[in-house]
């Protein structure tokens, strides 16, 4: 049996050898899973400029194995995305405090040039970007394993902290324009529950995109125009 010091000598020689061992860097795993965890989610943005001011925004995120919803709560509004059996994917913006939204299938998506990346819209950035990114170091986050990644092109920020067992990123952190902008996750919701932020949205007025030019004079069209994808008064920046 060993004694209490040969099991500190173990115990130390251990702890050294582990701290000595270099780590193994991997290179991100692409997504090959056909059906996603379903996730609830609460996002902070945070865009920090040049003089360090910064800019906190904070919204939400649902994703099933065929639709992905984002809520913004500072206009009440959300950008649903749903994935046809055909491969196909439509889009709608849904506006809570008037009970509308807009509908795009995806022959209007492509005529616009707004045909979504299913990857992106799912994982929250693109597959080329994961393609350059290589892992520096293991996390626990959430009570859960997480694995960091940065990427590997020069003279580039973006890093990403990712939760292998929700297929998510907790966190993703990127240059853009001279600005950092980062983007973590602020709470996690139990995945039963409601994977829609308004169970009754359903039941809202729904206008389909090719019919908008018929009712640009209508107030709710007018008052949203700048919001909708396609539009000549499509505010570019909420696309951030």
């Known amino acids: 049996m060993l004694n209490k010091f040969s099991s500190s000598v173990i ?14 860097s991997e290179p991100f795993p692409v997504q090959t899973i056909e059906k996603l965890p379903n ?16 800019n906190h925004y904070r919204w ?38 008037e009970k509308q939204a807009i509908d795009y299938n995806a022959v209007d998506l492509g005529m616009i040039g707004e045909t979504p990346n299913w990857t992106m819209t799912t994982l929250l950035f693109s597959p080329e970007m994961m393609a350059t990114l290589v892992s520096d170091r293991d996390e626990t986050l959430f009570n859960q394993a997480a694995i960091h990644y940065k990427t590997n092109l020069p003279n580039t920020v973006f890093e990403v902290s990712w939760l292998p067992q929700m297929q998510i990123p907790a966190m993703i952190k990127r240059e853009e324009n001279g600005q950092m902008i980062t983007t973590k996750i602020v709470s996690l919701e139990p995945a039963e529950k409601s994977m829609r932020s308004n169970s009754e949205a359903s039941a809202y007025y729904h206008t389909v995109f090719a019919d908008i030019g ?8 007018k008052s949203v125009m ?3 994808k396609g539009s000549h008064d499509h505010d570019h920046g909420r696309d951030e």
Do not use: M
């Not at 994935?83 to 889009?91: D, I, P, R, S």
């Not at 018929?214 to 069209?221: G, N, Q």
């Open 11 to 24: 115990l130390s020689s251990t702890v050294l050898l582990n701290a000595c061992t270099p780590y193994k």
């Open 39 to 54: 996730v609830a989610i609460e996002f902070e943005t945070t865009i920090t400029k040049a003089d360090h001011s910064e």
């Open 60 to 97: 939400y995120f649902w994703r099933t194995d065929n639709s992905v919803e984002t809520r913004n709560p500072q206009d009440n509004s959300s950008e649903e995305w749903i994935k046809l059996a055909n491969g196909q994917v439509e889009y709608s913006i849904i506006f809570h405090n």
């Open 214 to 221: 018929d009712k640009e004079s209508d107030p709710f069209i």
């Open 226 to 228: 700048h919001k909708l």
